[in-house]
């Protein structure tokens, strides 16, 4: 795999986020696929960087919600419960506080760079979702939803073995149902 290429695609997917989109659409599309969900622990993330914003989904939900917390390089993410308060952590991320419970979630809202039809993500270069969709995945099922703005959107995303697919994609143009036709 030529990670010039990934580097690339993620530089024209990141110029191509700054362009935003429809935040009201985007919020409706999530709450719909996230309300037959509504009694399972959800993950959501704290927006950085022009990130699509999963945090009214994230108020409205009934069940627990969590936000993710890096320990540290090649490590997967743990998910502490928010309770309001945030800390920064590593790479600009805000995060809850030691003293929350840590949670495993059954639904992940997931951020990305760019995202192609056949659910492949482009991340930042870290590898934290894959890891830990990896871990979570090999425990119990989970769902991964990717949240992105439609102008993110990649033709065709190299993809690696380490590389975890998303189940949907959330955009503020409609929901995304990889693998059907």
Avoid at 18 to 31: I, M
Avoid at 36 to 63: C, F, I, Q, T
Avoid at 81 to 98: C, N
Wanted: charge should be negative.
């Amino acid at each position: 795999m030529d990670p010039d290429l990934k580097a690339a695609l993620r530089r024209e997917a990141l110029t191509a986020r700054r362009q935003g989109g429809d935040d009201a659409a985007l919020a409706g599309n999530l709450a719909q696929v996230l309300a037959p969900h509504g009694d399972k622990v959800l993950a959501g993330y704290w927006p950085m960087r022009g990130e699509a914003d999963p945090r009214p989904a994230m108020v409205a939900h009934a069940a627990p919600v969590c936000l993710p917390v890096v320990l540290g390089p090649a490590r997967p993410l743990v998910f502490r419960r928010y309770d309001g308060r945030l800390e920064t952590g590593s790479f600009g991320t805000s995060h809850p506080p030691p003293d929350c419970p840590e949670l495993q979630p059954q639904v992940l809202i997931v951020p990305l760079a760019g995202y192609d039809l056949a659910g492949n993500r482009l991340g930042y270069g870290g590898g934290f979702y894959d890891r830990t969709l990896q871990a979570l995945r090999a425990v119990s099922p989970v769902l991964a939803i990717g949240l992105a703005y439609a102008v993110q959107e990649i033709r065709l995303i190299p993809v690696e073995p380490t590389d975890e697919p998303l189940d949907l994609i959330v955009t503020d143009r409609g929901i995304l149902h990889p693998g059907e036709k």
